[in-house]
C-alpha cells in the first residue's frame, strides 16, 4: 500500500501494559482491589474523597516509576513521515514522554488535577500525591482529571474530526467495546485503511480491518517495516 500521511492512533489499556501499566480491571472485576464503584465514580468522589484520591496516589506513583515501551516509540518516530494523532483511551503520559506531540485523552490525565469550581480549571499534579487540603489559585478543591463513569466524555468532540481525516487508523491494545471510545473507529473516511493489533479485538464487522494478533511493540514494528522500511 502507500506510505499513509494522516495516521491516527486508537489506544487503549493494552498499549502501556507492555510498560507495566496494569489493564484497567483483573477477571475478578475489580480494579487494584477494589469495585468501580469505590473508586471511579462522582458518587464514590462524593462519599469517600480520601479514598478515591488515595486510589489515583497509587495510580500516579507506579506511573512515575514506568517508561514507554518500544511501541510508544515506534509510534512518536511516525511523526518524522506523517502527520500522527494519538486518542488515547488511557490516562497515563507514556505517549508524551515518548514523544508523541499530538496526544488526546479521552479519559483524562492521570498526572493531572482539575478544579471542582465552576471553571472546572485543569492544572498538573505537583509530584505524585494529592490531598483533600489541595485548592485551586481561585480557592476550590480539586479533584482527579479523570472522567469517571457516569460523566460525559468531552473529548470526543475533538476526536471525531481527527479520525475522520485519516488515511490510516491504527487501533492498539483495546477490544473496542468500551463506549463512546469505541464508535471512533466507524467514522474513518471511506478508502481509509484500518489495523487492529490486539488479538481480543472482535467487535468490528468482518473486513473492515485488517488484525494483526500481536502485542502493540510487535505490531507496530510490523506496520513500521511495512511503511517506513
Known amino acids: 500500500m502507500n506510505t499513509p500521511k494522516n495516521i491516527v492512533i486508537l489506544s487503549g489499556a493494552g498499549m502501556s501494559a507492555e510498560s507495566g501499566i496494569p489493564t484497567f480491571r483483573g477477571a475478578d472485576g475489580l480494579w487494584e482491589g477494589h469495585r468501580i464503584e469505590e473508586v471511579a465514580t462522582p ?7 480520601q479514598l478515591v484520591l488515595q486510589f489515583y496516589n497509587e495510580r500516579r506513583r507506579h506511573l512515575m516509576d514506568a517508561d514507554p ?3 510508544h516509540q515506534i ?4 511523526q518524522r513521515h506523517a502527520s500522527v494523532h494519538v486518542i488515547t483511551q488511557n490516562v497515563d503520559d507514556l505517549h508524551e514522554r515518548a514523544g508523541s506531540s499530538h496526544v488526546l485523552h479521552l479519559h483524562g490525565e492521570l498526572m493531572k488535577a482539575r478544579s471542582t469550581g ?3 480549571e485543569v492544572y498538573p499534579v505537583n509530584q505524585w500525591e494529592m490531598t483533600p487540603e489541595d485548592r485551586c489559585p481561585r480557592g476550590y478543591p480539586v479533584r482527579p482529571h479523570i ?3 457516569g460523566e460525559a466524555v ?3 468532540d475533538e476526536a471525531l474530526p481527527i479520525v475522520r481525516t485519516a488515511d490510516a487508523i491504527v487501533v492498539i491494545g483495546t477490544s473496542m467495546q468500551v463506549y463512546p471510545a469505541a464508535q471512533l473507529v466507524f467514522e474513518a473516511q471511506p478508502g481509509a485503511s484500518v489495523y487492529v493489533i490486539d488479538p481480543a479485538a472482535e467487535n468490528l464487522p468482518a473486513g473492515m480491518a485488517e488484525r494483526i494478533a500481536m502485542g502493540g511493540a510487535d505490531g507496530l514494528s510490523k506496520l513500521n517495516e511495512r511503511w517506513f522500511g
Not at 458518587?43 to 474523597?49: D, G, L, M, Q, T
Not at 509510534?75 to 511516525?78: K, L, P, Q, R
Open 154 to 156: 468531552p473529548m470526543m
Open 69 to 71: 515501551n518500544k511501541g
Open 75 to 78: 509510534v512518536a518516530n511516525w
Open 118 to 120: 465552576p471553571g472546572a
Open 147 to 149: 472522567v469517571w463513569f
Open 43 to 49: 458518587e464514590a468522589w462524593e462519599s469517600n474523597p
